[in-house]
């Protein structure tokens, strides 16, 4: 669960922002450009500066000692409980060796550059290197002050945060600098606590889809027209190693973490095995859109930023928009995120008391927020269930659920797979406890804990944003079980072979419509829900 500074929080959201590898790993990699290098200043926010303040990183200054943290975007959660694992990020990246040393992947990946790599890297400036020791005196406050567990699982917190400040201090590059800060969260080993650098100012667009069925990483979706079609990528190929890493599900959240967000790149070399049984390596280069490093609000084109502003918002609302479709008398629910406008879900839930039988597809579903989560279950329960006990720093509290008048009683069915996290996984739980319906498909992500976001700026009028995430609670279930790092099993599990997801059929699908009174065959059930191909503007 992950909540926001004064604010709400959530399950879940940035759940697998956590990377770990070996040494001569990195050294493995191929030497593309690393965005991170190319771009240091992120994208930042003008209200009321003058051009001549226009220096962001270059001129940075230490803060002084009472800058306090501001929740820029994040006002709208205010006061809302979020239950997401760790941000929902595409597709997700698995090391070609195992790492037996989970702890120290995330670091070791980016500080250990090769020879050509450390001359290809931007040299760390002065000025960004003292940013980046600020950023680590901020992330050591936040975490002393909230982090749920006050003895930090045994951690030596003042020796970590040396050990990282000698790191910084030695860096060759930002991203080198940034990992030391990454490893200090990664030392927590659990789904809601990460380091959010800022925000690179490009957006990359890999042109594939994929995730985990067990623990084979599969194309699932290919774009027309991406570079990775032209490759020659294809649904139901499986992508045995990124960068000379191994796909490995147990390590999925940490790569990620390290090649999305920690140290991005524009191409990527995959090993890919087709339906022929056949391996072969593959370079697929990511489409690359710049952003504007600086949206400066008081412009004469002012107009034309806010208009593509709220453009990108309206697009960001159809991604986490509800789909159903009817089977008969079977409502089929496909829930993309717990969110997104009241509203919505009270008309869904309106649906559903008008049929016989619903199946909850939650599989991709990385959370959200906590009233959703129990609004949902309120109108599928006819008694006051406890979902579990809240763990935080200063008390223990149950989580109750309290039944709606007239709640659904028809049949109901749950889909979830190795991507579903955080609240999905809390809610397809709670039905497994309570008998009250099937949960069918794969085993979840098992990430679930409770975090809040500290955002913070660097900058005076010209601010780059940074962010914490910090677990402040833990959650055990009624059973007296915590799904952290260990997920939920599926009653029925249903796994897609890759003559399926190349196929396009869902054999989960039509088996949990049957299982609720519908009839339906996988190649249907396939159909019912394509892929969203949506464009941002920025």
């Known amino acids: 669960m992950e909540q926001l500074q004064n604010g709400g929080g959530h399950f879940g959201g940035f759940g697998g922002f956590v990377g770990h590898t070996s040494t001569s790993a990195y050294e493995k990699m191929p030497h593309h450009e690393s965005a991170l290098e190319s771009v240091t200043c992120g994208v930042v926010l003008v209200s009321a500066v003058s051009s001549r303040e226009q220096t962001a990183v270059q001129n940075y200054q230490s803060p002084p000692s009472d800058k306090k943290s501001v929740a820029f975007n994040f006002q709208e959660r205010k006061n809302r409980r979020n239950i997401v694992?760790?941000?929902?990020?595409?597709?997700?990246?698995?090391?070609?060796?195992?790492?037996?040393?989970l702890a120290t992947f995330c670091l070791s990946m980016v500080m250990s550059f090769s020879a050509a790599d450390q001359q290809a890297a931007a040299p760390i400036s002065k000025s960004e290197r003292q940013m980046v020791q600020d950023i680590l005196k901020e992330a050591a406050d936040d975490i002393s002050k909230n982090y749920y567990d006050p003895k930090f699982h045994g951690i030596d917190l003042e020796a970590r945060v040396r050990d990282a400040s000698e790191k910084v201090s030695s860096a060759q590059s930002l991203s080198q600098a940034y990992a030391a800060i990454a490893d200090l969260f990664d030392g927590f080993n659990d789904s809601h606590t990460a380091f959010i650098p800022p925000r690179l100012a490009v957006r990359i667009q890999k042109g594939f889809e994929a995730r985990y069925v067990a623990d084979s990483y599969f194309v699932t979706s290919v774009m027309?027209?991406?570079?990775?079609?032209?490759?020659?990528?294809?649904?139901?190929?499986?992508?045995?190693?990124?960068?000379?890493?191994?796909?490995?599900?147990?390590?999925?959240?940490?790569?990620?973490?390290?090649?999305?967000?920690?140290?991005?790149?524009?191409?990527?070399?995959?090993?890919?095995?087709?339906?022929?049984?056949?391996?072969?390596?593959?370079l697929v280069h990511f489409e690359k859109k710049e952003l504007p490093t600086v949206m400066d609000l008081r412009s004469s084109t002012r107009g034309n930023t806010i208009s593509r502003l709220i453009r990108d918002r309206e697009t960001y609302e159809k991604s986490i928009h509800s789909r159903y479709a009817e089977v008969g008398r079977v409502l089929v629910w496909k829930l993309p995120v717990f969110g997104g406008k009241p509203e919505s879900l009270d008309s869904m839930i309106g649906k559903m008391k008008k049929a016989e039988g619903v199946v909850l597809d939650l599989r991709g579903n990385p959370g959200g927020f906590e009233e959703p989560l129990i609004d949902l279950l309120s109108a599928l329960l006819d008694h006051e269930v406890k979902v579990g006990?809240?763990?935080?720093?200063?008390?223990?509290?149950?989580?109750?659920?309290?039944?709606?008048?007239?709640?659904?009683?028809?049949?109901?069915?749950?889909?979830?797979?190795?991507?579903?996290?955080?609240?999905?996984?809390?809610?397809?739980?709670?039905?497994?406890?309570?008998?009250?319906?099937?949960?069918?498909?794969?085993?979840?992500?098992?990430?679930?804990?409770?975090?809040?976001?500290?955002?913070?700026?660097?900058?005076?009028?010209i601010e780059i944003f940074y962010a914490f995430e910090i677990t402040i609670g833990d959650l055990v279930m009624a059973d007296g079980k915590s799904l952290e790092h260990n997920g939920v099993v599926p009653d029925m599990g249903i796994l897609p072979s890759a003559k399926d997801l190349a196929a396009g059929r869902d054999p989960a699908m039509a088996i949990a419509i049957a299982q609720v009174g519908g009839t339906i065959t996988a190649d249907a059930a396939g159909k019912l829900f394509p892929p969203l191909r949506l464009k941002y503007e920025w």
Do not use: W
């Not at 694992?85 to 040393?101: E, G, H, W, Y």
């Not at 960068?243 to 070399?269: N, W």
């Not at 709670?430 to 009250?436: S, T």
């Not at 949960?439 to 900058?459: A, I, T």
């Open 85 to 101: 694992p760790r941000s929902p990020i595409t597709p997700q990246m698995k090391p070609t060796k195992n790492f037996t040393l």
């Open 224 to 282: 027309p027209g991406s570079d990775a079609e032209k490759q020659g990528l294809k649904r139901g190929d499986e992508i045995l190693a990124m960068e000379g890493f191994a796909c490995h599900r147990q390590d999925e959240h940490k790569l990620t973490y390290l090649l999305d967000v920690l140290a991005p790149r524009y191409s990527m070399k995959l090993l890919v095995r087709s339906l022929d049984a056949k391996s072969r390596d593959m």
């Open 389 to 461: 006990d809240r763990i935080t720093r200063k008390a223990t509290k149950p989580l109750i659920v309290k039944p709606t008048h007239r709640p659904f009683t028809g049949k109901v069915a749950v889909l979830i797979d190795s991507a579903s996290a955080s609240a999905s996984e809390l809610f397809a739980r709670v039905i497994q406890l309570e008998k009250r319906g099937m949960v069918m498909g794969d085993r979840s992500s098992g990430q679930v804990m409770e975090g809040m976001m500290y955002p913070h700026y660097l900058g005076i009028g």
